[in-house]
T-cell receptor, first 114, second 109 residues
Framework: DSGVTQTPKHLITATGQRVTLRCSPRSGDLSVYWYQQSLDQGLQFLIQ???????AKGNILERFSAQQFPDLHSELNLSSLELGDSALYFCASSVPRGGGYGYTFGSGTRLTVV | GIQVEQSPPDLILQEGANSTLRCNFS?????LQWFHQNPWGQLINLFYIPSGTKQNGRLSATTVATERYSLLYISSSQTTDSGVYFC???????????FGTGTQLKVEL
């Protein structure tokens, strides 16, 4: 157990639907990152939150949104789903430790859009 | 944006062999990490190494920031080392990472 918890582990849904992926960071970590891993695009950065505030944005579609709550857990909302959104979605957390910024990843949510 | 290239893309080893994986990046970085994605999909952080050399058991890594490359050494490989090894780099603030395309490693008995 890495200490970063993602739920659900698997999700199958139909095109056009909306889903919410949840991430609880490792205890004490303030930063949460969302990544998408697909066969053709590799690991792509989506968005980062730090202590409740959006810190950086990557290749995140307008149909996707995220937030980080006061208890530091984060949710990634995916709407108007398309077949191409099928992928592994990872959450990672980090906090400066001894000057380092090592990531800890959760086990991911495998999303299948049918 | 920054480009991250990893080589080789694929590698097959016999158990007990040693290997070196390379990561080249196109710009100065202040964050470099190596990850192992096991066959079950889990991403494990191996090293945070924006510069210098670190060792952890059979694994070690060296980053030469001035020449924009990093190396991951695996010694006495085991079947459990199989999976994909990713190099990821960060620039500026914010701490987001750009991942390379990975090296797919298979260790055979």
């Amino acid at each position: 157990d890495s200490g970063v918890t993602q739920t659900p582990k698997h999700l199958i849904t139909a095109t056009g639907q909306r889903v919410t992926l949840r991430c609880s960071p490792r205890s004490g970590d303030l930063s949460v990152y969302w990544y998408q891993q697909s066969l053709d695009q590799g690991l792509q950065f989506l968005i980062q939150y730090y202590n409740g505030e959006e810190r950086a944005k990557g290749n995140i579609l307008e149909r996707f949104s995220a937030q980080q709550f006061p208890d530091l857990h984060s949710e990634l909302n995916l709407s108007s789903l398309e077949l191409g959104d099928s992928a592994l979605y990872f959450c990672a957390s980090s906090v400066p430790r001894g000057g380092g910024y090592g990531y800890t990843f959760g086990s991911g949510t495998r999303l299948t859009v049918v | 944006g920054i480009q991250v290239e990893q080589s080789p893309p694929d590698l097959i080893l016999q158990e007990g062999a040693n290997s070196t994986l390379r990561c080249n990046f196109s710009d100065s970085v202040n964050n470099l990490q190596w990850f192992h994605q096991n066959p079950w999909g889990q991403l494990i952080n191996l090293f945070y190494i924006p510069s210098g050399t670190k060792q952890n058991g059979r694994l070690s890594a060296t980053t030469v920031a001035t020449e924009r490359y990093s190396l991951l050494y695996i010694s006495s490989s085991q079947t459990t080392d199989s999976g994909v090894y990713f190099c990821a780099v960060g620039t500026g603030g914010g701490n987001k990472l750009t991942f390379g395309t990975g090296t797919q490693l298979k260790v055979e008995l």
